[in-house]
């Protein structure tokens, strides 16, 4: 869809609802050439233009068909015809609401892998987060024990210098003596043991980020139905993998939905994220390998 083509059904969108029809045309072409130059800026290579004014074509033709008694008239009107034209150019602008969010969703999530991959994978960007959250708890630790000093609870020249070499910013120690809504001075319990709780989640990140990484890709061969069956756990993917030789029959399709498992076209497999609840699952049913001890290769316990 070009922009030429858009121009040319935005010419006509608005004769039946709008006194000047050119004006609205004008405005509404406006509208779609900001929305070009926002969305370029915003998403980069992944802006797909042509689709943009496919969306914006579709709604002008489907303005075209909506009508106004101020302009044809009360006279004979199709009231129910009117009222499913609206109905119909109502759902073109949703599906331009809901395209521009997806891209934008789809654009979000490459750069957080972008950034991933920047600070040298999931597992690197898992150990930093650790550090930054230990350095912050050491931080707030000495700060404290600096502030029960004596004289207790009072901001000296020393305390203060001594508080700039924690690393805690300088224009912010005042702050540290003035009491907050519990009466407490530089960093309450709560603050403590709130980053407390999430170092043990971070630390619990790297360690199952360390036993996927270890392991390799398990795979085995079962039999089902007189057709060969590959299961796998794909750690690149972080998915449990089964992928027949010919399509199962409808009672083994139900019993892969049963455990969780989607069917993937992109893979031509069925999958499921690897997690403990789904390991459980695989282990119980008629896919484990009994001599494959799937508890060990993820959870890292070994």
């Excluded at 579709?58 to 015809?81: E, L």
């Amino acid at each position: 869809m070009s922009r030429e083509r858009l121009e040319k059904i935005a010419v006509n969108a608005w004769n039946c609802v709008s006194f000047d029809p050119e004006k609205r045309a004008k405005s509404f072409l406006a509208e779609v050439d900001a929305k070009i130059e926002r969305l370029k800026a915003e998403l980069g290579d992944r802006f797909d233009e042509e689709k943009l004014l496919a969306l914006y074509s579709d709604i002008a033709y489907k303005q075209s068909r909506c009508m106004s008694t101020m302009i044809t008239g009360p006279s004979n009107f199709p009231v129910r015809k009117a009222e499913k034209a609206n109905e119909a150019l109502s759902r073109a602008w949703e599906r331009l609401e809901a395209w521009e969010k997806w891209q934008k969703r789809l654009k979000s999530r490459q750069d957080a892998r972008d950034k991933t991959a920047s600070e040298g994978g999931e597992l690197q960007q898992a150990k930093n987060k650790l550090a930054q959250l230990e350095t912050i708890q050491k931080m707030m630790k000495d700060v404290n024990a600096i502030i029960r000093k004596k004289p207790k609870n009072e901001l000296t020249p020393e305390k203060r210098e001594e508080i700039k070499k924690t690393g805690f910013p300088e224009s912010s120690i005042d702050k540290l003596f003035e009491p907050n809504f519990l009466g407490d001075l530089g960093f309450s319990g709560f603050s403590l043991t709130n980053n407390n709780a999430k170092i043990k989640n971070a630390a619990e990140r790297v360690r199952i980020l360390e036993a996927k990484e270890a392991a390799n890709n398990k795979q085995w061969t079962i039999e089902q139905d007189g057709q060969t069956v590959d299961v796998y756990l794909d750690y690149d993917l972080d998915r449990i993998c089964i992928r027949h030789s010919s399509k199962p029959s409808a009672d083994v399709i139900a019993g892969l939905k049963k455990l969780g498992m989607k069917w993937s076209p992109h893979h031509n497999c069925w999958m499921r994220q690897i997690t403990n609840n789904a390991l459980w699952s695989l282990k119980r049913s008629e896919y484990n390998w009994q001599g494959h001890n799937i508890e060990t290769i993820t959870r890292g316990d070994a």
